[in-house]
């Protein structure tokens, strides 16, 4: 982590917050650079034992005259209103970045002042094992070293990609926010076919985890497209041909993602 250079504040530290520290440290983020706020006993009992960082039960345990260079808010969204103004005066020494889905830069800047740098991330739950994707924007205030140092903290978990109107938020929230959970119930869908169709349980959800899991390391690897990826699996009259005539019809999975995510897309517009 060569571009942190000064204390880290890290709070909330559940699962999220807990994959980007583990990321941080195992990238070499000093622990004496980083401080960690967490209500739960056991989440700051682990993170002082696995990561050897400073932990605290309530920001008012932090040590004197701390100035932190980022503030990352890793709590959920419904918890911001009590969470925020307890940081109101550290807010001013650098950055605020924050992970919670759903919440604006609007309502930071409301919190702490629109002279202040806002960073808003959304990440997804493969950052728990280094595979996840980020999409980041930022508000006029935050400098290019700041947007830098957000791009870091956050590449320590998986793939940053940057936009510049905070709008598609919300159909990034619903695309790779939520996407992981499409790819896990369609895990669910073709292990549940395979076994209607005589498939052992046994067989069938191994083989369909392991189908999908396989054929998303293909595609991030491939230089191929995924289309060409897909044709290449496709020959004529056999048998993935006859499957994807179903899936490809026009009432197949196209449409129905398509609903899906505008669904999740307007819920994420009603939430902000």
Known sequence: MAGLAGPLLLVGCGKMGGALLAGWTAKGLPPADTYVVEPEAGLRTQARDRHGVAAFAEPREL???????????????????????????????????????????????????????????????????????????????????????????????????????????????????????????????????????????????????????????LAASSEETVETLRQQVTSPHGTTQAALEVLMAEDGMQPLFERAVAAATGRSRELA
């Open 63 to 217: 040590p004197t005259g701390l100035r932190p260079r980022a503030i990352v808010f890793a709590v959920k969204p419904q918890a911001m209103a009590a969470v925020l103004p307890a940081y109101e005066q550290l807010a001013g020494s650098g950055v605020v970045l924050s992970i919670a889905a759903g919440t604006a830069i609007a309502r930071f800047e409301a919190a702490f002042g629109a002279d202040t740098p806002i960073v808003r991330a959304m990440p997804n739950t493969p950052a728990a094992i280094g595979q996840g994707v980020t999409a980041l924007v930022a508000n006029a205030r935050a400098s290019a070293a700041q947007r830098e140092l957000c791009s870091e903290l956050m590449a320590a978990v998986g793939q940053v990609l940057w936009i510049d109107d905070e709008e598609h938020m919300h159909a990034i929230t619903a695309l790779s926010g939520s996407g992981p959970a499409y790819v896990f119930y369609l895990i669910e869908v073709m292990a549940r076919a395979a076994v209607r169709s005589g498939l052992p349980e046994a067989l069938a959800w191994p083989m369909a985890r392991a189908t999908v899991a396989g054929s998303a390391a």
